[in-house]
């Protein structure tokens, strides 16, 4: 298993479906292939938030301009479900509102640069005493073997115009998933000798004044709390289908 995960790590990306002179081009191939790269990441130093069986979720403490950006990561393995699968409820739209609780409203598709492009309109709940955010990132899903990547990064190609009162976060986010195959290397067609490895990472940018002790308070709660009801949802929504690669 740790050669196949060096060959992997070692492997470029297959190229995506975007149009080579798309002017987010360059930057979709360049901030894809270093997700790509952070699989396996070393998490020495890093602030331990929440430690439960499989599931452990990292904080280090950053601060850019006064602005807590603590990147976080976090990872689960969890059973019944393979890679693309978690990927594609992550990725696909007609998903998110069933497990993503930080969003006032629907997600809006500002664009479809390729099949597996968007480009998105995200406005979150307000989080007291602050303004309310929102964010403006391409999303793109990826799939090579047995791994599959979603990374969501802010952009300003594309963006609207703030709405007053309004505050835009700088979010670069991925979640990286592993199917784990059983000797043989073979899916398994019971789902439960089916397991998916997840690395989730997050960086956000407030993008404006917010109290640090409240964000800090609120990520430490809530990053736990996305990990454990995306895994959930993604092992229910699938347990009575057969099982895909
Ligand atoms: O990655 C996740 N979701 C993706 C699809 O939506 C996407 C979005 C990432 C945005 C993550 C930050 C959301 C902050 C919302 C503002 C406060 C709302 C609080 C509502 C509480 C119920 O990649 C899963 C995201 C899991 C998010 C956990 C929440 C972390 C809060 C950290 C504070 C950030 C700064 C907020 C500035 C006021």
Redesign the pocket.
């Known amino acids: 298993a740790a050669s196949s995960m060096s060959l992997l790590r070692a492997s470029r990306l297959p190229s995506h479906g975007l149009d080579p002179e798309h002017p987010l081009s360059q930057e979709i191939a360049t901030v894809c292939q270093q997700h790509w790269d952070s699989w396996g990441a070393s998490t020495e130093g890093m602030e331990l938030l929440e430690s439960d069986g499989p599931l452990e979720v990292y904080r280090s403490c950053l601060e850019q301009e006064g602005a807590a950006v603590d990147p976080i990561l976090a990872r689960h393995t969890v059973t019944g479900v393979s890679a693309r699968e978690v990927a594609e409820m ?1 990725w696909n739209l007609q998903y ?1 509102l069933d497990w ?4 006032d409203s629907a ?1 809006i598709v500002l664009d479809t640069l390729a099949s597996d492009t968007l480009l998105l309109h ?1 406005i ?4 007291w005493p ?2 309310q ?1 929102d ?1 403006v ?1 391409w ?1 793109h899903i990826r799939h090579a073997e047995q791994r599959t990547m979603v990374v ?1 990064c802010s952009t300003e190609v594309g963006a609207p115009p703030l709405a007053s009162g309004r ?1 835009r ?1 700088q ?1 670069n ?1 991925s ?1 990286i998933c592993e199917t784990e195959l059983p000797e043989g290397g073979r899916l398994p067609t019971e789902r439960s000798q089916l397991r998916c490895r997840m690395q ?1 990472s ?1 960086r ?1 940018h ?2 404006g004044w ?1 109290p640090m002790a409240v ?1 800090r308070q ?2 430490k709660r ?2 736990p ?2 990990m454990r009801r ?1 895994s959930g949802y993604c092992v229910d929504r699938v347990k009575h289908m057969p099982t895909r690669a």
Do not use: C
Not at 100 to 103: N, P
Not at 124 to 127: A, E, F, I, S
């Open positions: 992550f998110r993503e609780r930080t969003l997600p995200q979150y709940k307000r989080l602050t303004a955010r964010s990132f999303s969501n505050q976060m979010l986010v979640l989730y997050a956000v407030p993008g917010a964000l609120v990520a809530e990053y709390r996305f995306f």
